[in-house]
Every structure is written in structure tokens, then in C-alpha cells.
């Protein structure tokens, strides 16, 4: 643990209805540092009893949650972003220690989450529905939106605090109370943001309980006090929570897997685009749903686009993720690091060739080498299917066109980039591409003010953006008959 973090800021208590508690059987989970591989904490082992308890509390504030004023709701989410950005030394220090992201980077997304429970307290006084009228003779009809009731939020180990911040925002914005489930590997944060928003909110509006998927996500998803779950994780968890929903036909929102192409045309500048790739593949070790993770050239300028992405991904900068100079720290959690060394090893046995990184590093910790393979069959594993690690693919396209046709030709539809000085192509790409983000001349940009999403096996919702506000809401018609 680093020496400057006191260890009493490390919160291991579910919070539930206000309170601090325990698991309800008291087992726990360790959470394991991905640096020294050390266990740092030991969190609840919320079940079946801990989700009910949870949404028991959130069922019995929704009333008055969902009555409370825009404006009051406005006014304690932008107390939660004072407090998140006071704090903004400790949560930094957490989510290193606990994620791996690098101590450089993690105030940037700590300010980014204050920013997001700006936007939405805002937006949320904005809602509105249609016009009222009278759409039947001697009736006047009225829109409302309405809060949905009680959001189950589960949280993936990448971004575990930004992700927990822009999930409970909208959903809280719109008039919802929350259980928020974060990854068992990398709770800490959350359970850090839970205690800063500790007598900000009534009790019950906000409820955070730790365990695991297969258990206390799965209860999440079956129980019948939640009204809409909301998930941020791989496309076949996704799959798995629709269909225990599907049970109780309760809201879903899924903001699933992805396997962006990064599509670079003859007119491009290799250096130029290799420079934005190094950070857009490479950023949190490549742990990224939007991760530049295939390289699609014309025939004209592969060469030359190889040797400049060797070069950038050769410069970064591997190592203890607490030191500033560190660009990419390790792979969150040994389950993941396993599996990521499996995809290479199957790469490579079928063909693929290493142009630089390829193995684990010799050191403690989950520790792998910025990779970038070549020779890559369109069909193969390493290019269909998400491997969330430091790789990239690089692979050669006879035109335009085909490049279109490669970029599409996956199951995933969630981020795309197209670099190119043609500007024409460059609209006419956007249209084609099936991704819900397509970017021109960079990659992995994002606002609150935008929506993020994806098309195909990525999943449905959006997360950002009014967009999002709206998922957390359900339209009522109420029909007023007139006097004769």
C-alpha cells in the first residue's frame, strides 16, 4: 500500500439504507493489488439476502426520491462532485492501488465523474414531455415522464469509479433510487464515493453492496423490487442478465463488448495517427470497451503505418503504475491477465507474427507487453473477438472500400475511427460504419453531453448525454375527460 494513503480512507462495509454493514452471512472477498499481486482489503460477500435488503431500502425511498424537486436532486449531486473533487487525492491514490490505472491519468477521470454529476443534476430539471392537447374530441391529453423506480447498477472493474459515477448519475438525476453492485476485483472507489455521498442524500436513495456476478448480480437482475438494470461489462454477461430479467420483464440497459477498428487511408500521416493510437489502444493497458484494437490500412501506406506504430508502442512507458512517469501500468486481475496471455498464445500458433511486445513481463504484478500483431486472418480469433488487452492488429485493405467492409465484418458495433485528409470519404464512412461512435481523425474523445452506445453485440441504452437521462424514464399518458 502506497506509504502517503492512509488506510482508515479504505471503506470495506456494504452501505445500505445509510448504514455500514456487513455481508448478512459475514463472508468476505479479497481485493488483491494488480501491481504486487498483495491483498489490500477484504470486502462483504453480498448475496441473495444482501441485494434484497438493499433494494428493500431503495423500494421504501422511491417515493419520495421520485417526488423530491429536480432542483434539491440537482443541488445534492452537485454537493456529491464538491465532495468527489475534494477528495480527488485519496480516490486517485485508491484506484491505482486497487485498478492499476496509472497515477497520472486517474485525476483526469475523477474530474471527469464530478463533470458528469454536473451535467446530469442539470439535465435532470430539463425533462419534459410532448405538448399537451386535445388529441380526442372532449379529452385533454398530458405527457409525463416519470422515474422508473429502483435502478440495479453493475459496475465492470476498468473504470470502476467513473463507471459507478456515470451510471448512478442519469439514474438519479431522472428521480430513481439505486443498488450499485461494483466488480468484486476493484471495489474500493465506490465504496469511497459511497461514504462522500453519506449524509448528502436521504437514506435508501443510494445503495452500495460488494459480491460477486453469478450471486449478487444475478439476484440483481431477478429481483423483482428493481425496475431496471443497467450493465456495464462483456457481451455475454450481457446476454446472461437479459434473460434472467426477461423473467420479470423489467428495464435492461447494456453497454456491452467492442472491437474498434481504427481504419487509416493512403492520405493519412503515419506518425500522426500512431501517435493518437499509442494512447487510444494502449490507454489503461488496453482495458477499454472503445480501444483501438484493429488497425485496418489501404495497401499504400501499410508499411509505413507499421513502422510508425512499432515505434510510438515501443516509447510507452510499462511499469508501477504509482510513479508519474508510468504511461501503462498492469492488466487488473489475474483472471483477465491469464485469459488476455491465452488469445496471444492461440494467435500465434495460428499464424499471427509478433511485430514487437507479444509476453509477459518478468516482474510481481499483472504485467504485459504493449503488443502489436500482424498477418491476422479477417476470420481469425484475435480479430472477432474482444480480447480487452495491451494488442493491436494491423491489417492490410486492397481500397477504401474494403477497409468499410473489414471495419463491419465483426460482431461488435460500439466505437470506430477513419483517418483520412478526405473529408467526403470521411462523412460517407460515418454513415456506413455500424458503430454507435465514429470518430474522424482521432480516436476515444468523449463528453457528457454526448451519448455512448453500441449497435449489434454491444448491446442498447445509452450511457452520457440525455440520451441516458431518458432510459431511467418511463412515459405515462393521462387522458382528462372535459366537461360537456
Known amino acids: 500500500m502506497s506509504s502517503s494513503l492512509n488506510k482508515d480512507l479504505i471503506v470495506s462495509r456494504n452501505f445500505i439504507n445509510g448504514k455500514w454493514v456487513d455481508a448478512i452471512d459475514g463472508k468476505t472477498i479479497d481485493v488483491v493489488n494488480p501491481t504486487t499481486e498483495e491483498v489490500i482489503a477484504k470486502v462483504p460477500q453480498g448475496e441473495q439476502k444482501d441485494v434484497q435488503a438493499a433494494a428493500t431500502a431503495a423500494r421504501e425511498s422511491a ?4 417526488r423530491t424537486p429536480p432542483k434539491e436532486r440537482a443541488d445534492m449531486m452537485f454537493a456529491l462532485a464538491d465532495k468527489v ?9 485508491i484506484e491505482t492501488l486497487n485498478s492499476g490505472h496509472p497515477i497520472n491519468a486517474v485525476p483526469g477521470e475523477v474530474k471527469s465523474g464530478a463533470d458528469r454529476l454536473r451535467f446530469f443534476g442539470g439535465a ?29 447498477l453493475i459496475t465492470p472493474w476498468n473504470y470502476p469509479l467513473l463507471t459507478a459515477i456515470t451510471k448512478m448519475s442519469p439514474a438519479l438525476a431522472a428521480g430513481n433510487t439505486i443498488v450499485l453492485k461494483p466488480s468484486e476485483q ?3 472507489t465506490t465504496l469511497r464515493l459511497a461514504k462522500l455521498a453519506e449524509g448528502i442524500f436521504p437514506p435508501g436513495v443510494i445503495n452500495v453492496i460488494t459480491g460477486y456476478g453469478h450471486s449478487a448480480g444475478a439476484e440483481m437482475a431477478s429481483n423483482k423490487d428493481i425496475d431496471i438494470i443497467s450493465l456495464t461489462g462483456g457481451t455475454d454477461t450481457g446476454k446472461v442478465v437479459a434473460r434472467i430479467a426477461s423473467d420479470s420483464l423489467k428495464h435492461v440497459h447494456l453497454e456491452l463488448g467492442g472491437k474498434a477498428p481504427a481504419i ?14 499509442k494512447w487510444a489502444s494502449f490507454w489503461n493497458a488496453g482495458q477499454d470497451c472503445s480501444a483501438a484494437s484493429r488497425v485496418i490500412v489501404t495497401k499504400k501506406s501499410y508499411e509505413s503505418m507499421l513502422k510508425a506504430l512499432v515505434a510510438a508502442v515501443e516509447s510507452l512507458n510499462v511499469g508501477d503504475p504509482s510513479s508519474e512517469a508510468t504511461e501503462m501500468g498492469p492488466l487488473t486481475h489475474l483472471a483477465h491477465y491469464d485469459r488476455v496471455l491465452g488469445f496471444f498464445d492461440r494467435a500465434e500458433k495460428s499464424g499471427a507474427k509478433i511485430a514487437t511486445g507479444g509476453s509477459r513481463m518478468n516482474r510481481p504484478g499483472y504485467f504485459i507487453e504493449p503488443t502489436i500483431m500482424t498477418d491476422v ?40 475511427s477513419v483517418f483520412t485528409d478526405n473529408i467526403g470519404f470521411a462523412m460517407e464512412a460515418s454513415r456506413r460504419l455500424k458503430f454507435g461512435t465514429v470518430w474522424i481523425n482521432d480516436h476515444g474523445a468523449v463528453t457528457a453531453e454526448m451519448p455512448w452506445g453500441g449497435f449489434k453485440q454491444s448491446g442498447y441504452g445509452k450511457e452520457r ?7 431511467y424514464t418511463q412515459i405515462k399518458h393521462v387522458m382528462i375527460k372535459l366537461p360537456e
Open 63 to 66: 417515493f419520495d426520491w421520485g
Open 85 to 93: 473533487l475534494a477528495d480527488i487525492e485519496n480516490l486517485s491514490q
Open 124 to 152: 435532470g430539471r430539463t425533462l419534459e414531455g410532448g405538448a399537451a392537447g386535445e388529441y380526442a374530441r372532449g379529452y385533454t391529453s398530458i405527457i409525463r415522464r416519470e422515474p422508473i423506480g429502483v435502478a440495479g
Open 186 to 188: 476493484t471495489p474500493l
Open 264 to 277: 487509416v487511408l493512403d492520405d493519412a500521416d503515419p506518425v500522426q495517427v500512431a501517435e493518437s493510437l
Open 377 to 416: 486472418d479477417q476470420q481469425s480469433e484475435i480479430v472477432q473477438k474482444e480480447v480487452f488487452g495491451p494488442l493491436i492488429t494491423i491489417q492490410r485493405a486492397e481500397d477504401n472500400n474494403q477497409a468499410l467492409e473489414m471495419a463491419n465484418d465483426v460482431e461488435y458495433g460500439l466505437g470506430a
Open 465 to 471: 448525454s440525455v440520451y441516458s437521462l431518458e432510459d
